[in-house]
């Protein structure tokens, strides 16, 4: 079956601008997450969501990051008033139920550079 | 909070040599730990996931053990091949409080032919 997807694959925006970074999970699966990769570091964490709902958004790193996932599958990150700081991967993944004990799905990621 | 490192950051082998990837964790409350590669500029693709009750994980080529008390896991890669050569990440699930898997920063592993 189709895994998870993340569009666009890059993307590119100038400081101050606003943009918006799309996860499709495996369907059927409850549980939904972002993190964010900075070049040389492993990926960390944003926020999970179970179903609707944000469980957890402590990864945040401040209110410009804002995340929506209004029917229970698609999620979409956004990230208000751009700064160079925020270039990195963004990571989605998904799992069947939420919770660190079940395995989690990656998509390939959405490159963000911000000039 | 858990910590997890990874040790070394970067290793070069020549083809057909084996090698063995190190990752330990701070805090031995885990649910399982999962090993990623990565390919320069690419999503993660999972290679192994071990889960707290079980010791090690095998698949073709690739074994990883865990000693949760310890907090270490190996990933152990027999007769290396070029292709192998890209970033590999370990991860673990925290039993309390995190829903998110914990990562280390990698070891980035090139194969010479």
């Known amino acids: 079956g189709a895994g998870v997807s993340q569009t666009p694959s890059n993307k590119v925006t100038e400081k101050g601008k606003y943009v918006e970074l799309r996860c499709d999970p495996i369907?059927?699966?409850?549980?939904l997450y972002w993190y964010r990769q900075s070049l040389g570091q492993g990926p960390e964490f944003l926020i999970y969501?179970?179903?609707?709902?944000?469980?957890?958004d402590s990864g945040l790193p401040n209110d410009r990051f804002f995340a929506v996932r209004p029917e229970g599958s698609v999620s979409t990150l956004k990230i208000q008033r751009t700064e160079r700081g925020d270039s990195a991967v963004y990571l989605c993944?998904?799992?069947?139920?939420?919770?660190?004990?079940?395995?989690?799905?990656f998509g390939p990621g959405t490159r963000l550079t911000v000039t | 909070k858990q910590e997890v490192t990874q040790i070394p950051a970067a290793l070069s082998v020549p083809e057909g040599e084996n090698l063995v990837l190190n990752c330990s964790f701070t805090?031995?409350?885990?649910?399982?730990l999962q090993w990623f590669r990565q390919d320069p500029g690419k999503g993660l693709t999972s290679l192994l996931l071990?889960?707290?009750?079980?010791r090690e994980q095998t698949s073709g080529r690739l074994n990883a053990s865990l000693d949760k008390s310890s907090g270490r896991s190996t990933l152990y890669i027999a007769a290396s091949q070029p292709g192998d050569s890209a970033t590999y990440l370990c991860?673990?699930?925290?039993?309390?409080?995190?829903?998110?898997?914990?990562f280390g920063t990698g070891t980035r592993l090139t194969v010479i032919p």
């Open positions: 805090d031995s409350a885990i649910y399982n």
């Open positions: 993944a998904s799992s069947s139920y939420g919770g660190s004990f079940y395995e989690q799905y």
């Open positions: 991860a673990v699930g925290h039993q309390t409080g995190a829903n998110n898997l914990f």
């Open positions: 071990i889960q707290s009750s079980q």
């Open positions: 369907s059927g699966h409850t549980a």
């Open positions: 969501f179970q179903g609707t709902g944000a469980a957890d």
